[in-house]
Nanobody
Framework: QVQLVESGGGLVQAGGSLRLSCTAS????????MGWFRQAPGKDREFVAA????????LYNDSVKGRFTISRNNAKNTLSLEMNSLKPEDTAVYYC???????????????????WGQGTQVTVSS
C-alpha cells in the first residue's frame, strides 16, 4: 500500500508560479512510476506529467510543455511539479499518482496508476 499526500497548492495570479509536492509513505517509491493529473470542475481527470521510477525520462501534456517540470527525489520519497507561467485554464485539483513495478517506463492514462493522493487545489486568477 502506498499513501500519497500532496501539498503546495494555492491561489496565484496568471503568469505566476507554484511548486507542488507529493510525499509517499512507502519505501517502494523508488520502484514506482509517478504522475501528476488534474481535474477541473465538470471535466474528466487529465494527464499533466509523468516520470519513470528512476527519474531518467519524463512526459508532458502538450498544454503544459515548457511551463511545468516534473521531478522526483527517491532518497526522500518525494515527487514535485514546478509550475511556471500559470494560466487561468490551469485551475484544477492536482493529484499525484503511483504505479508500482520494475519497468522503467512512464504512463499517461489514469487507468495505469494504482494509488492516488487526495489532491491539492490550484487556482489561477486572471
Amino acid at each position: 500500500q502506498v499513501q500519497l499526500v500532496e501539498s503546495g497548492g494555492g491561489l496565484v495570479q496568471a503568469g505566476g508560479s507554484l511548486r507542488l509536492s507529493c510525499t509517499a509513505s512507502a519505501r517502494t517509491f523508488s520502484q514506482s512510476a509517478m504522475g501528476w493529473f488534474r481535474q477541473a470542475p465538470g471535466k474528466d481527470r487529465e494527464f499533466v506529467a509523468a516520470v519513470t521510477r528512476t527519474g531518467g525520462r519524463t512526459l508532458y501534456n502538450d498544454s503544459v510543455k515548457g511551463r511545468f517540470t516534473i521531478s522526483r527525489n527517491n532518497a526522500k520519497n518525494t515527487l514535485s511539479l514546478e509550475m511556471n507561467s500559470l494560466k487561468p485554464e490551469d485551475t484544477a485539483v492536482y493529484y499525484c499518482a503511483a504505479r508500482q513495478g520494475y519497468s522503467d517506463l512512464y504512463y499517461s492514462t489514469k487507468y495505469d496508476y494504482d494509488y492516488w493522493g487526495q489532491g491539492t487545489q490550484v487556482t489561477v486568477s486572471s
